[in-house]
Nanobody, 123 residues
Framework: QVQVVETGGGLVQAGESLRLSCALS????????LGWFRQAPGKEREFVAF???????LISEPMRGRFTISIDNAKNTVYLQMRSLKLEDTAVYYC?????????????????WGQGTQVTVSS
């Protein structure tokens, strides 16, 4: 049974940092890349970043320079480090397991999703 579990969300002030974790079980990161998406109220779910077992990664352009993504294959876990958070980063952040080892920015390429973790940035 494949499970994706996100942790680390919370309430922070603008300019602060937060690290999200995503643990995958039932399959391995060597066979399935992991990605992060987010969904703000009233908006569509959008791509944030992905990373695969070999370290190939992509971060969405609006977040580049503030967000970094890393992987621990031994723990089947991916981390999203978010710095200089802005009010517009407020959203539910979802981690998802890709259908293949490579990874992509396409939502439909991910077949197992976590429940999401709320990130709220206040002024």
């Amino acid at each position: 049974q494949v499970q994706v579990v996100e942790t680390g969300g919370g309430l922070v002030q603008a300019g602060e940092s937060l690290r999200l974790s995503c643990a995958l079980s039932g399959r391995t990161t060597r066979d399935h890349a992991l990605g992060w998406f987010r969904q703000a109220p009233g908006k569509e779910r959008e791509f944030v970043a992905f990373i695969n077992w070999s370290g190939v990664r992509l971060i969405s352009e609006p977040m580049r320079g503030r967000f970094t993504i890393s992987i621990d294959n031994a723990k089947n876990t991916v981390y999203l480090q978010m710095r200089s958070l802005k009010l517009e980063d407020t959203a539910v952040y979802y981690c998802a397991s890709h259908r293949s080892p490579g990874g992509s920015a396409t939502l439909d390429d991910y077949d197992f999703w976590g429940q999401g973790t709320q990130v709220t940035v206040s002024s």
